[in-house]
């Protein structure tokens, strides 16, 4: 596997070892006198009048990464996706047949349906205001709380639509209700003018144009008609009574993208996942598809899936979800339903046939290979964060069971010769997955101890270890973000839990009964001491992600220090390497960059974002990141950096530096502190 270049660290770099913090010291000071109401405020002070309250729409406006995630080229686009989810929740609800999406010449973009309209007629609470107008600038205002209006809806926090207003230059609403034609204009979240009563119609619906603010975007953040077109194309799929209809500007086009279309897809999943697959070879003729309702539990579920031994393009296999027809990129309690429903289907066609290989079978094994596509219909999902990237309703996975078991029993029974292939190709992913583990193992183990691998390790399917890497995480959480970023052919993941022990000061029986340690060595598939041999490792590169932080750094420093010890060959072959995840998040109109720690973060400001303010955010540790930002920043090979670690040529002074820091006696390392006091000083800039 082609690597970029890594550069050197020693083996205690200062990215290991920042300067210590400056120690606590019990303080001798008089304590200040106690505050005293109507005195005299004391300079930096802190009373009233520095309390900030947010009107309207202002938060919004201050922090809209709150809201949409950020700044960015996808945060922009989401502005989008807020406005078509309200159209499309008129559709679900039965009320709309058609949509139309149109991106015009001056960046305007306008989505129109054909639904009940927006509500004109004065709000009850509001006097002198329109309900139009409060939904346009007041959070938390909809009519999707109840479930009166909506049985099941996207947008369910009440803020899309106003946050779509306060973002952009301007909007223009117009609404087709009560006989008549009704129009509003905004800016930046304030209404331009009063609601205006103009002509008679018969049409109903509503159409909403907006062009978003470059204040907030940058100037060069413009809508792309790509991504809009297959936003658009994809809501289309998701139920089959609406008709979608595209259009743009031919100037803003610079691709293949057309600039008319009509999306109409009658079998909803089932033609995409169709068009998803075409040309691809499929283990059954058909796809196990269809929908649902479940009104006793209310709320109703769409599927279609598919199983290839050939893979889609890069991956094995993909799964697609969706929750009243949000896209959830994360997942959530609906996919780990459609998991469940499709191993408990599988496991008892196997005993009702006779198979007994059957009972090996996991979620894992039944998933890896196939092309899921699921998309629920619930009241009142909960969701992970405003932008609805992960549902977390518990209701959905009962649900989702619920609805498949039956349909997936009869399907399979339906087609016997088919299901006996499908259960034969999940049980031969089963077998070769058991056979990888016991052949890593017997290869690996002595025969003094079990052959077995750590429960804990998710390792890649790779066979070979040329390519392939183990990533040593800090804590469970991180190591659930890192198992969804990984490339699973070629990336293992080990969670260690918490600060490992010290080797430098333990005894062998501690060493030896560390199950962190032991877990690790298993994992590794060596031995340590003599007994290490380079050619047992079952990874060709050894990383440790740790946080971006002290503690990180003093994680990643016990761990070198145990490599060092036990396999100093590691280190001197330079397969040992360190992750280096950012620090910050920094986001200013169509550009996303991130630096490594304070000073990196600090040049960025004063070249990439000179003279901007750009919206800063400080990650709290790897479990902190999406899957998406960990795989582009630490580890995907193609965009990621990493540090090798490697041992100078004289490396007495690497041992005595090893028993000065790390060792049993603290005099070695008061007496480092004392002369090395200068370089921690000026680090702290005291």
């Known amino acids: 596997m082609s690597q970029p270049p890594t550069p050197q660290a020693s083996l205690f770099d200062d990215a290991l070892n920042p300067a210590p913090a400056a120690p606590l010291a019990e303080s001798h000071e008089p304590r200040p006198d106690p505050v005293v109401l109507g005195a005299k405020e004391p300079a930096g002070g802190y009373s009233a009048k520095d309390i900030e309250v947010l009107e309207g729409l202002e938060p919004v406006r201050k922090r809209p990464g709150m809201y949409i995630g950020g700044t960015d080229e996808r945060a922009l686009h989401h502005l989008f996706a807020e406005v078509l989810d309200n159209a499309m929740d008129e559709a679900v609800a039965g009320h709309a047949k058609v949509i139309e999406v149109r991106l015009d010449a001056d960046g305007v973009l306008t989505v129109k349906d054909d639904g009940r309209g927006i509500p004109v007629d004065p709000h009850p609470k509001h006097p002198g205001k329109s309900a139009l107008e409060v939904i346009m600038t007041v959070l938390h205002s909809g009519g999707k709380f109840s479930g009166k209006a909506y049985e099941t809806s996207g947008g369910l926090h009440g803020v899309g639509v106003s946050v779509v207003n306060a973002l952009s230059e301007r909007v223009d609403v117009t609404a087709w209700k009560d006989g008549f034609e009704w129009r509003q204009s905004f800016s930046r979240g304030k209404p331009l003018g009063g609601i205006e009563k103009l002509n008679p119609t018969r049409k109903k619906g509503t159409a909403i144009s907006f062009l978003p603010d470059a204040q907030i975007f940058g100037e060069g953040a413009i809508f792309k008609p790509a991504r809009l077109y297959r936003m658009a194309r994809s809501k289309a799929y998701l139920f089959g009574g609406v008709e979608i209809r595209w259009s743009c500007d031919p100037s803003r086009i610079h691709d293949q993208t057309p600039a008319e279309a009509t999306f109409r897809f009658p079998n909803g999943l089932a ?238 029986d501690k060493l030896g009964g560390n199950k962190e340690l032991t877990d690790l060595m298993l994992a590794l598939g060596v031995q340590g001491g003599s007994k290490f041999k380079e050619e047992d490792l079952r990874y060709e590169r050894v990383v440790i992600m740790t946080d971006a932080d002290v503690d990180g750094a003093h994680i990643a420093s016990l761990l070198i220090t145990f490599f060092y010890r036990t396999m100093p060959n590691l280190i001197r072959s330079g397969r040992l390497y360190l992750a280096l995840p950012p620090l910050y998040r920094m986001s200013h109109g169509g550009k996303t960059i991130y630096a490594r720690d304070d000073a990196h973060r600090e040049e960025l400001l004063a070249t990439e974002f000179k003279g901007k303010k750009p919206e800063i955010g400080r990650f709290k540790g790897l479990g902190e990141m999406m899957p998406a930002q960990l795989k582009e920043t630490t580890m995907d090979p193609a965009t990621r950096t990493m540090a090798r670690v490697t041992l100078p040529r004289a490396e007495e002074s690497v041992e005595d530096l090893v028993e000065a820091l790390m060792g049993r006696k603290p005099e070695l390392r008061f007496r480092f502190i004392q002369e090395n006091a200068e370089f921690a000083v000026a680090d702290l800039d005291v």
């Not at 049980?427 to 003094?448: C, G, P």
Request: glycine share 10%; aromatic share 6%.
């Open 271 to 508: 033609d995409f996942l169709a068009e998803r697959v075409k040309g691809i070879e499929t283990v059954t003729p058909e796809p196990f598809a269809g929908r649902i309702e479940r009104k006793s539990e209310g709320g109703a579920v769409e599927w279609a899936l598919t199983w290839t031994p050939a893979g889609f393009g890069e991956a094995d296999g993909f799964m697609q979800s969706y929750c009243n027809t949000v896209p959830t990129p994360e997942g959530g309690t609906h996919e780990a339903g459609l998991r469940a429903a499709l191993t408990r289907g599988l496991k008892a066609y196997a005993e009702l046939t006779g198979e007994k290989r059957g009972s090996i079978l996991t979620a894992e094994d039944v998933i890896s290979q196939a092309g899921a596509l699921i998309s629920v219909f619930i009241r009142n999902p909960e969701f992970q964060g405003q932008t609805k990237e992960r549902l977390s309703s518990s209701d959905a996975q009962k649900l989702v069971e619920n609805a498949l078991r039956d349909p997936f029993d009869h399907w399979l029974t339906a087609q016997p010769k088919a299901a006996s292939a499908l259960l034969e190709f999940v049980i031969e992913r089963a077998e070769e997955r058991l056979k990888r583990r016991r052949d890593k193992d017997v290869q690996r183990a002595s025969a003094t101890r079990k052959l077995r691998l750590p429960g804990k390790l998710a390792d890649c399917s790779g066979q070979a270890t040329d390519g392939t890497e183990i990533f040593l995480v800090e804590g469970d959480s991180a190591g659930g973000s890192a198992k969804q970023a990984r490339n699973r052919r070629t990336q293992a993941i080990l969670p260690l839990r918490g600060k490992i022990l010290n080797v430098a000061s333990a005894t062998l």
